[in-house]
């Protein structure tokens, strides 16, 4: 088991210094923040998936409760030997997530790597900063297919809550084109967005389903976890 809210931070730890269960103490969460599981290893009579979501706070499973522990942990619920590792972080952007996610494909390894094509961490949509998420995410399945590693590229979400976007219908329609864009492209599509849209013009984060304008709830993450095990079932078959 790994702990610490930086999911890489556990792994170098665990690898560079040795016996974590001798020395407990090692395990000391250093950057101050909330401390929760984010690898459990499990052993099942089938060969197992193992699945890696680099995003933001949103892969992380801010608003669930615990801020991650019930959040994406609910895929290996869905049915199927799934495991899900999670390197989502909170406040990182798309360039901070692909440096991450580059050190990290080569020593985790997983059978499939989730990209998140977009953040509000970059900042309000733009056409520079699609395309510049967009060859992100280029670089991200180039990084993958380098690996081993089957990439799959998941669509970002609205902000705003029904009645309150936050988003303008011109910054939306950037959003909903990059997430079409990756929808058309031939790589396999977590569609994050649709699960949790309550669509519109521009469109907001379904009622019932987030504790704010941009983090899902538990009813949420089970939602996206549901359309999750859902997508990648049906881009793999």
Not at 35 to 45: G, K, S
Not at 139 to 144: G, K, L
């Amino acid at each position: 088991v790994v702990t610490g809210q930086w999911a890489a931070n556990g792994i170098w730890r665990s690898r560079e210094n040795a016996d974590r269960v001798g020395t407990p103490a090692g395990w000391a969460n250093g950057e101050g923040s909330t401390v929760f599981v984010t690898i459990i290893e499990t052993i099942t009579v089938d060969k197992g998936i193992t699945v890696m979501g680099f995003g933001d706070s949103t892969f992380q499973g801010f608003g669930s409760t615990g801020n991650g522990p019930a959040s994406w942990g609910l895929v290996g619920e869905r049915g199927g030997a799934y495991s899900w590792v999670n390197a989502g972080i909170n406040g990182q952007s798309t360039a901070t997530i692909l440096a991450r996610a580059i050190n990290q494909l080569s020593a985790v390894k997983p059978s499939v790597a989730v990209w998140l094509l977009y953040t509000p961490n970059d900042g309000a949509p733009t056409q520079a900063l699609a395309d510049a998420a967009w060859g992100r995410a280029l670089q991200f399945v180039q990084a993958c297919e380098d690996q081993g590693v089957v990439p799959m590229l998941a669509t970002g979400l609205p902000r705003g809550t029904p009645g309150s976007p936050a988003y303008t219908a011109g910054q939306d329609a950037i959003r909903v084109a990059l997430n079409n864009r990756a929808r058309t492209s031939g790589i396999a599509v977590f569609d994050f967005d649709a699960a949790l849209s309550a669509g519109g013009t521009p469109a907001t984060l379904a009622a019932g389903l987030s504790v704010d304008d941009r983090h899902p709830n538990d009813a949420g993450y089970a939602v996206a976890a549901a359309r999750f095990v859902t997508d990648l079932a049906s881009a793999f078959a």
